[in-house]
Nanobody
């Protein structure tokens, strides 16, 4: 069983910065990718950023140039540095891990609230 624990969410003003962390623990054999998704009330969950096991990164167009995803492999930890935050960045941010061993498994954290005020 794999557990993902997010931290770093909170209330920030527009233009400010926030750094999210996600620590994975448990039965992990091979990580394909780790990433961050977010969901605003009334909207579908969307991909924010993802980093593969080889370091390849993917970003949503709306956060390119403002957010940076990174990973500390030895600790199975992924970070999301969020700069120049906008009100529309508000939402619940979920850590995601895709692992493969015999089969592909998809794991989610409990989510951490990010609220950007004007």
């Amino acid at each position: 069983q794999v557990q993902l624990v997010e931290s770093g969410g909170g209330l920030v003003q527009a233009g400010g910065s926030l750094r999210l962390s996600c620590v994975a623990s448990g039965r992990i054999f091979s990580i394909n990718a780790m990433g961050w998704y977010r969901q605003a009330p009334g909207k579908q969950r969307e991909l924010v950023a993802r980093i593969s096991s080889t370091g390849l990164t993917t970003y949503a167009d709306s956060v390119k140039g403002r957010f940076t995803i990174s990973r500390e492999n030895a600790k199975n930890t992924v970070y999301l540095q969020m700069n120049s935050l906008k009100i529309e960045d508000t939402g619940v941010y979920y850590c995601n891990l895709i692992a493969s061993f015999m089969s592909v498994q998809n794991y989610w954290g409990q989510g951490t609230q990010v609220t950007v005020s004007s």
